[in-house]
């Protein structure tokens, strides 16, 4: 069984320009969540999606966002890149459904962005 | 507001010791406890969950317990090798919450 997949696994951006990151859970799971891996904050919930729809969100700006599309796959979006936003951006896949709070999460490798 | 606490931030130690790693969390309303690891610029790799009814888990060289009244977890390596060497994370998910809350880890080092 293939494991969560992320793409692109490295993006070097300019300040101001934005990105799209697209994430792939493992067939079957429905809920993907977004985190970002910083040296200083270390690792902070973005949000989280489960059927299309975003279920949770962390405290980022609104320059943060995403989607779900209908085969579960996930993008995230982040317009008018800063500095700070140079991170490890991390998706991770379960079950979601009824018991969501009790599945376990996988995650991806990561996407790897720099901001200049 | 759930906060996790892992410590120490580091550890180094000769190859074949047996060590444990602690992670402490404030709010014990929480479905599980997973313990990750991470190496140089990858991933997590999920090594334990533990649910909330659980007290451990065991998969290989690795024994997570949990101590949910305490707000505990410790992850015990036996027989410690140098591919050992990575930072550890453990996250907690709390009740009416579908999302992790990281500590900062702790970085172990596994000398030959």
């Known amino acids: 069984k293939a494991g969560v997949t992320q793409t692109p696994r490295y993006l070097i951006k300019t300040r101001g320009q934005q990105v799209t990151l697209s994430c792939s859970p493992i067939?079957?799971?429905?809920?993907v969540s977004w985190y970002q891996q910083t040296p200083g904050q270390g690792l902070q919930f973005l949000f989280e999606?489960?059927?299309?729809?975003?279920?949770n969100k962390g405290n980022f700006p609104g320059r943060f966002s995403g989607r779900q599309f209908s085969n579960s796959r996930s993008e995230m979006n982040v317009s008018t890149l800063e500095l700070g936003d140079s991170a490890l951006y991390l998706c991770?896949?379960?079950?979601?459904?009824?018991?969501?709070?009790?599945?376990?999460?996988?995650f991806g490798p990561g996407t790897r962005l720099t901001v200049l | 507001k759930q906060e996790v606490t892992q410590i120490p931030a580091a550890l180094s130690v000769p190859e074949g010791e047996n060590l444990v790693l602690n992670c402490s969390f404030t709010?014990?309303?929480?479905?599980?406890l997973q313990w990750f690891r991470q190496d140089p610029g990858k991933g997590l790799t999920s090594l334990l969950l533990?649910?909330?009814?659980?007290r451990e888990q065991t998969s290989g060289r690795l024994n997570a317990s949990l101590d949910k009244s305490s707000g505990r977890s410790t992850l015990y390596i036996a027989a410690s090798q140098p591919g050992d060497s990575a930072t550890y994370l453990c996250?907690?998910?709390?009740?009416?919450?579908?999302?992790?809350?990281f500590g900062q880890g702790t970085r172990l080092t596994i000398n030959p």
């Open positions: 996250a907690v998910k709390s009740q009416g919450a579908q999302k992790l809350v």
């Open positions: 991770a896949s379960s079950l979601g459904g009824g018991l969501a709070g009790y599945n376990e999460q996988f």
């Open positions: 709010d014990s309303a929480i479905y599980n």
């Open positions: 067939s079957g799971h429905r809920s």
């Open positions: 533990i649910q909330s009814s659980q």
């Open positions: 999606y489960f059927s299309e729809t975003q279920r």
